[in-house]
């Protein structure tokens, strides 16, 4: 059968999309693509545009693509040089551009360098296994994170919509601008509703709220209240990291 829209089709464990189309004589001759995005563009005459800046070739130039991917794809490949000017963001929505950033500074803080190719060597490092073993990462200001790390801060809360757990819990200490930092220790000490809090549970100054109305008022505008739990962690610093300058 011939298809004139992309069908899905699962050839050697690989998904591709097969249709047809016509050249410049009429004849229709049959197209095998590996992205849908691709393949509707075709149809539609008009894709998507991403610019962005790296070296190849050792020389710094400035490129573009038509999916999200194969921008990852050369951040991935070339962390060191990539970047993007004032020009390239507006091609970006806000959660790219975080993405991209994140990212690139995880990249970097493992030692990642610009590659001409992904090799097995480039694939195993000893960093990303011990971050790897962390429950994922505690993210919040810098100013916070001096704080942790300088052990004047204790204790900091964490939004659950479980019942309670009491093990303690590793995690990766990082900046709101993507920065790693170092590894601590959360280990859950009690857990309230909201409205069960009070001025005894946290400093809520040291986490940056004015006083408990204010934390209150920040949990009520960004959650569900109704079935959330707070729960209160003492925080153990674990290992600290150099910092790494600036992307």
Known sequence: MKYNLPYPVWENNNLSYHYQEYDINKNSFEVTNHSLLDSLSNLVGISLYYSFNHKYNDKLQHDHTHSFEEVVDTLYLH?????????????????ELMYLKYLQKYLLFIGRTDLDKITPESCNNQLVDTLSKCSGYYTCSKSHCTLILSSRLSETFTITYINH?????????????????????????????IDEL????????????????????YINDNYDTKDIIICINNINVIEKFKERNEV
């Open 79 to 95: 962390p060191v040089s990539f970047f993007l000017n004032k020009e390239d963001k507006k091609y970006y929505n806000k959660s």
């Open 165 to 193: 757990d009491t093990k303690p819990s590793k995690r990766i200490l990082r900046t709101n601008n993507g920065d790693i930092l170092g590894i601590i220790e959360l280990t859950p000490t009690k857990y309230k509703k």
């Open 198 to 217: 009070n001025n005894k549970d946290l400093n809520y100054k040291q986490l940056g709220y004015k006083d408990l109305d204010t934390f209150k008022k």
